[in-house]
């Protein structure tokens, strides 16, 4: 029997499409799985890509392997798990035989050595701590190490992550779609619930799909309370659901920032070629597309910016507005010696922490080595990027912190701190949301502009998007007395020292104050602290001559401007409200679970899981 025809209805559905964001496209949804997961999640570790060597989801100690869970082996951008896909572990022997029987004759493996080496690869980690954490042949490792770096070996993990990404499209983002929490979400909020979900299913099949059974069954009713979700699988010290929902969330900003470029940010073309030449292209056959000549480029800067994922808002937001960014770790001598990006304008240099480096200057691309980089700090406080190749020193960027904003007014609308704290969830009365990612918006663009957010929808239970921005930026970093201590001998130090007006020197002391918290070994009472070689040396004293554990660079600090100062003593003060509400929740014991949920995750926890990190 038909159905009456309801044209009230039909006409308020038709409605409530109309008021409905731009959904995602497979291309940008392709690029969460391989960027935003893959690339600054999983397959690096420390801003260092790890995608092409065999890694181990946990720790090696004179010999004994120790395993996270129940994760052994993994492989790729997006970490596939051998012990979970033994299927995996033979096709990757198969393919190492044949790239040795042409390559390394002497390295092919036997018929007895292959099938050890299979079931090797194969183990989960329970089995590994059943058979004494005993490591596999040293030297068959080594062999499948170079191959695995070899273009072979590339092709091969580019293949194995295609597959995988292409599941995270049909198993996760596929079904998400079609919810009505995905549906009306800003396109921003549908960046982070794909990355949240899917890094959840990357790493466990099992929870991952958990979360979204309750996101299509509507438990979930706010894009904050799916990562609260995730953020509740485990208890205890050792969380990696969560560290690895804080990552995605991290990399997911880095799209959003790409996403939402001034449409006369250079990084604008490149983000849409990367789109547009598929962010699963062959990373061998970058060269081989005739449309995008300088994908090779492209392809390696977008990489490089999702490996510094906690610098690279800042960055692109000064290319937004036409600025200058500077981030480089440099050496006593002042020799670049990490990763680093730089920007002046509409020119820009990146590098990764191997070094090799891709510049737009002028609208020209050029490779670049970090060993031929020269840093001139100038006394006018610029500072001038050149090329010492043969002997002969070129110039590559002139970078002047004083003329921000010179060609373009206004800034994009979403912005992460760069020093901000992966994001944790905070539930207050009545109200999910997630601290430590939030951003505050930015004046409107007149200029047209790819891909913009469009306003936040208000959900049914009054909850906005995922990420909440700040009602302001606090402008004095919340410290302890110990700190303010700290903070006035930092500031008497490097106006004594370094001649430095008090504005500057509260720049330095406050990056004092971040790197006795964040680097281990140091408190807020260092007994050593001096300026020597354009650093502020912190040091615990032990014995007679003090070890030096923080370094803080002087010109760097004194050179950001108030916009970065501000962002990151927000970002500092927030991570402190979480730290506290932490305490707050430990102690005064965490609600229950209802019984149902509490059943699911105690079945949950005794299953085994894909990927662990």
Same mark, same amino acid.
Do not use: C
């Given at each position: ?264 940010? !250079? ?98 691309? =050029?490779?670049?080595? =970090? ?9 006018? =406080? ?34 992460? !701190? ?51 921005? !700040? ?9 302890? !007395? ?132």
């Amino acid at each position: 029997m038909t159905e009456p025809f309801d044209a009230q209805q039909t006409n308020a559905q038709l409605a409530a499409q109309t008021r409905r964001p731009p959904a995602l496209t497979d291309a940008e949804l392709n690029a969460v799985s391989y960027f935003a997961i893959g690339v600054g999640s999983e397959g690096s570790i420390g801003g260092r890509d790890v995608s092409n060597r065999l890694s181990f989801a946990g720790n090696t100690t004179n010999g004994v392997m120790s395993p996270v869970g129940n994760s052994g082996f993994s492989i790729g951008t997006l970490q596939t798990d051998l012990g979970q896909h033994p299927e995996v572990a033979r096709t990757l022997v198969g393919a190492y035989q044949d790239w040795a029987r042409t390559n390394h004759p002497e390295w092919v493996l036997d018929a007895n050595q292959q099938t050890r080496t299979v079931a090797d690869l194969s183990r989960t980690g329970d089995t590994i701590r059943a058979q004494g954490g005993r490591e596999m042949d040293a030297t068959v490792k080594s062999h499948l190490d170079q191959f695995l770096r070899s273009d072979e070996g590339i092709r091969y993990i580019h293949d194995n992550d295609a597959t995988q990404a292409n599941k995270l499209m049909r198993d996760v983002y596929t079904p998400l779609r079609e919810t009505d929490l995905y549906r009306n979400a800003t396109p921003d909020d549908q960046v982070r619930m794909a990355a949240v979900v899917g890094k959840a299913y990357n790493q466990s099949e099992v929870w991952g799909g958990r979360i979204l059974d309750r996101i299509e069954s509507g438990q979930y009713r706010s894009v904050a309370d799916v990562s609260n979700g995730v953020g509740g699988l485990i208890r205890g010290d050792q969380d990696y659901m969560q560290t690895g929902r804080d990552a995605a969330v991290q990399g997911a900003e880095v799209v959003n920032a790409l996403r939402n470029t001034h449409a006369q940010n !250079p990084l604008n073309a490149t983000w849409n070629n990367v789109l547009a030449g598929n962010p699963l292209v062959d990373p061998t056959r970058l060269d081989q597309d005739a449309a995008r000549p300088n994908l090779p480029h492209e392809y390696a800067t977008v990489k490089d910016l999702f490996l510094q994922k906690g610098e690279a808002p800042a960055f692109i937001q000064a290319l937004d507005r036409g600025a200058t960014s500077m981030h480089g770790r440099t050496d006593r001598q002042g020799a670049f010696n990490d990763d680093g990006l730089y920007a002046a304008g509409n020119n820009f240099v990146v590098w990764d922490r191997n070094g090799a480096g891709h510049a737009q200057i002028d609208g020209q691309w =050029r490779d670049v080595q =970090r060993d031929q980089l020269v840093r001139t700090q100038n006394p006018d =406080r610029t500072v001038d990027l050149s090329v010492n190749a043969n002997g002969r020193e070129t110039p590559l960027m002139h970078v002047d912190p004083r003329a921000a904003n010179a060609l373009r007014a206004e800034a994009p609308a979403t912005v992460v !701190p760069a020093t901000a704290a992966p994001a944790v969830p905070v539930t207050e009365p009545g109200q999910s949301q997630i601290r430590g990612d939030a951003t505050q918006t930015l004046p409107e663009r007149t200029q047209p502009v790819v891909a913009l957010a469009a306003a936040a929808p208000v959900l049914e239970n009054g909850s906005g998007p995922m990420l909440q921005t !700040p009602a302001k930026q606090q402008k004095d970093m919340d410290m302890t !007395p110990a700190e303010r201590e700290l903070f006035a001998r930092a500031m008497t130090l490097v106006q004594n020292k370094a001649g430095m007006t008090e504005q500057d020197a509260r720049k330095v002391a406050t990056d004092v104050i971040i790197t006795t918290r964040t680097t281990p070994g140091l408190s807020e009472k260092p007994e050593y602290m001096d300026v020597k070689n354009g650093h502020v040396m912190i040091a615990e004293k032990v014995g007679k001559e003090p070890i030096f554990n923080g370094y803080v660079n002087v010109e760097q600090s004194r050179n950001q401007t108030p916009d970065q100062m501000q962002d990151k003593v927000a970002a500092q003060n927030m991570n402190q409200e979480r730290q506290l509400h932490e305490r707050q929740v430990s102690d005064a014991g965490k609600e229950p679970k209802p019984l149902l949920q509490a059943a699911e995750d105690r079945l949950t926890n005794s299953m085994t899981f894909s990927r662990s990190v």
